[in-house]
């Protein structure tokens, strides 16, 4: 099984359990996947063993050797070459501190080169400043936006629809930051 890595934090196939415990432990309305645990697509194929044409996978994100999050890269259309990205961090304590950054950075570089992606969106809230923050931080742009309720307090918000394409990720290359690898 690889590995994706950054520093101390790395990207690793979803296990059973991974979504109850991150549940558990978690002090944000996300919820976390419990069943998602089909195994990362192949490379060459981009298949999943006995699943056909990939539709959804999930990493957990390791920091150190705790679980903290996960990310999960859904509606894969390898004719279109695109793909969306949905991240959570489970605990406050683990925010702000560049984990979301570079798990972000790291899926970024899964779904451009390893899957061949040309464009990858992500959605998230106008209540949510620090995932705006890294969404901007790590190249992606505001595409548009929608009204939206909080599905438990029925709290109206806007959802921003925001997109990243490869080039755009290619000249961010540009800027320091560590190199991403396969890990065994």
């Known amino acids: 099984m690889a590995h ?7 990207l690793r196939a979803l296990r059973p ?18 069943g998602d645990t089909r195994p990362i697509p192949d490379l060459t194929r ?20 705790r679980l903290v999050g996960e990310v999960i ?3 894969i ?6 793909c969306r990205l949905t991240m959570g961090i489970a605990r406050k304590t683990d925010r702000n501190q560049g984990i979301g950054s570079r798990a972000l950075h790291l899926a970024l570089t899964y ?7 040309e464009q990858v969106t992500a959605d998230t809230s106008d209540q949510n400043p620090q995932a705006i923050a ?3 931080n790590s190249g992606f742009r505001l595409k548009g936006t929608e009204p939206g309720f909080q599905t438990s307090t029925r709290v109206p918000f806007r959802h921003l629809h925001y997109t990243i394409t490869l080039d755009d990720f290619n000249e961010l290359k540009n800027r320091p930051h560590q190199e991403t690898s396969l890990r065994p």
């Open 77 to 82: 259309d390898l004719s279109g070459r695109q």
């Open 111 to 117: 779904a451009f080169y390893s899957l061949g992606m």
């Open 73 to 75: 890269c859904s509606g």
């Open 4 to 10: 994706l890595s950054q520093e101390h934090i790395y």
């Open 17 to 34: 359990g991974d979504g109850e415990e991150l549940d558990g432990n978690s002090d944000t309305a996300f919820r976390f996947t419990s």
């Open 134 to 136: 890294t969404l901007i």
């Open 46 to 65: 981009l298949e999943c063993p006995g699943n056909g044409p990939i539709q959804q996978f999930s990493f957990a994100i390791i920091a150190g050797h």
